[in-house]
Every structure is written in structure tokens, then in C-alpha cells.
């Protein structure tokens, strides 16, 4: 499929089950809130060698959508399963959000049959001075701190979500490979329910899974490097290709993944430069959700 003279191959992108938590973080002001949500999502770009996947969404919530009417910003963390979760859960709001200025913690999937006793386990932190009690309908502790009290609700809710979502743009410069994916983490962040783990959302080092040589979950995807085209038999580089630029994202239900993958994919082809546009899949040996780049394209555009 051609659009915009840019070639969208008529494949799909792989993505696979993992289990997520979705955090409300307000704090006194935007600012606090996101310096609350960066510092709890880091060292977090992929489950392969990090300990966990997170990141901060692109939608925020406003004083009037917020327990406490203060501005918010949504965190998701997510595993393999609900025991790792946990600690993560635990580890990085008591290190990162707890510590920061002005936060508050609350769960933001309300809706999600399990739930994970995050608050109830970080009220130890008050060393006995901490009291239980209700904002509105929810069941919050107030741990007194030196700045005066964090706020953070008893159970968070977690639930199965898609992981994996990507997609690959071919350039003919490394300018303009990056000014496309720019562009699509730009458009992708307006879709509420969706991360992107990768620094800037964009990743320049795809990866396949093992390797040909050492003993490694995973290494360079050779057959997508520009540098490796004539000296290698099963390269996928075109000609006019000289950098390339993965994006790979998250999202709470599969629906969200196939939007955000439509107006990615969309915002890439409009950059001028940019020469094709594919996916990663492993045949669905990986995952059970095949999200294709043309379908995803043509249900926003």
C-alpha cells in the first residue's frame, strides 16, 4: 500500500499479553506531577533486560478529573505476572512518587477485578503514625512526611494488557527517520491508554530475539541495520535507506493499540524523507494480537 508515495508493507506488528498497573500521580502542580512520573519510569524501556516496562502517558488528567482536585499524570508499570508487578509497584512509588514533592498516588484502573495492596504495604513507612482514611469513595492512607502528609490509595488495580505494539520507519536520512518518529510519538501521545517505554518513545536499536553468536535473550536485528545492507544475505534495507527508527509501545486493551499504531504510522508517512514503513512479527509465535499497519492505517485516515 502507498500512501503519501511512502510504502506501508501489508504486514503486521506482533504484540503479546502482559499484566500492567495505571497510577494517577497529582501533585501541586503539572510540573511536580511529571518530575514524579519521569523519575518512577526509569531504567524501564523493555522487560528484556530491565526490571520492569514504564512509562508516562501523553494524556493528562486535569483538577476537575482528579481525587483531589489537583493536576494528575497517568504512570503505567507493567510485568509478566502480579508478584513482580507488585514489587515494582512498590518499589518505584515508594522511591520516586512518595519522596517527590507534593505527589499524591492513586489507582487509576478502578474497574479491574484484581487488585494489588500497594498503599496498604507502603503505610509501614509511617512507622505506626499513619492513618487510614477516605477521599471521596476511595480508601487512601496519609503517611505524615517531613512536608506534611503523602496521600496514597489502599489497592491499585491491575489487569491484562497488550504489550509490543510497533511499528519500523525507513528513511533516506538519519534527520529524517528521526523527525518522523518524532512526529508519530507527537500524534501517538493523544491517545489516552497508551505508552511508549523508549527513551523519547523512539527506539534506535530494534532488537531480535537471541542471538546468532552469544548466549543473549536478545541483540542487534541485523537485517534492519543500514550499515549491514551489502554485507549481509537477508537484509531489509531498500537502497535509499540510510537510518532507521523503531517504536514500540504499550497500551491497555487492543483497540488502543490499533489506534495509536493508525496515527503513528500516519504522522511518519506525512514526513517528508521517510521511504517506508513496517513491523516486527515472529509469525505469532509470540503473541496472539496481530495488529496490521494497513488496517491500523485506514481506521484514521
Excluded at 86 to 95: D, F, H, S, V, W
Aim: some cysteine; glycine content about 10%.
Amino acid at each position: 500500500m502507498q500512501f503519501n508515495g511512502v510504502e506501508i508493507e501489508e504486514t503486521f506488528a506482533e504484540a503479546f499479553p502482559m499484566v500492567v498497573g495505571r497510577i494517577l500521580v497529582t501533585a501541586a502542580n503539572p510540573s511536580w506531577a511529571m518530575t514524579a512520573g519521569k523519575t518512577a519510569t526509569g531504567f524501564a524501556s523493555s522487560i528484556i533486560m530491565s526490571p520492569a516496562e514504564a512509562a508516562v502517558e501523553g494524556s493528562t488528567a486535569p483538577p476537575e478529573k482528579t481525587p483531589d482536585g489537583r493536576p494528575g499524570i497517568y504512570v503505567q508499570m507493567w510485568h509478566r505476572s502480579r508478584r513482580e508487578l507488585k514489587l515494582q509497584m512498590i518499589t518505584r512509588i515508594g522511591q520516586c512518587i512518595l519522596t517527590c514533592p507534593t505527589t499524591a498516588a492513586f489507582d487509576a484502573l478502578p474497574d479491574a477485578v484484581r487488585k494489588l495492596k500497594i498503599g496498604l504495604a507502603l503505610r509501614k513507612f509511617g512507622d505506626g503514625f499513619q492513618k487510614r482514611d477516605k477521599l471521596g469513595d476511595r480508601s487512601v492512607w496519609r503517611i505524615p512526611v517531613m512536608e506534611g502528609e503523602f496521600i496514597i490509595e489502599d489497592r491499585f488495580g491491575v489487569k491484562k494488557g497488550v504489550a509490543g505494539g510497533n511499528f519500523i520507519i525507513m528513511a533516506n536520512s538519519q534527520a529524517a527517520a528521526l523527525e518522523a518518529a518524532e512526529k508519530a510519538v507527537q500524534a501517538m501521545g493523544v491517545v489516552e491508554g497508551v505508552v511508549l517505554p523508549f527513551p523519547g518513545g523512539i527506539c534506535r536499536s530494534g532488537s531480535k530475539v537471541g542471538s546468532m553468536k552469544y548466549k543473549l535473550p536478545a541483540s542487534t536485528n541485523h537485517p534492519f541495520c543500514p550499515t549491514l545492507r551489502t554485507s549481509i544475505s537477508d537484509s531489509k534495507i531498500p537502497e535509499s535507506v540510510q537510518s532507521v527508527y523503531e517504536l514500540v509501545f504499550n497500551g491497555l486493551d487492543a483497540e488502543i493499540i490499533k489506534r495509536a499504531t493508525g496515527v503513528g504510522v500516519e504522522a511518519a508517512a506525512r514526513t517528508s524523507g521517510v521511504v517506508k514503513i513496517t513491523a516486527v512479527n515472529f509469525g505469532g509465535k509470540l503473541g496472539p494480537y496481530k495488529i496490521s499497519l494497513v488496517d491500523a492505517l485506514k481506521s484514521v485516515s
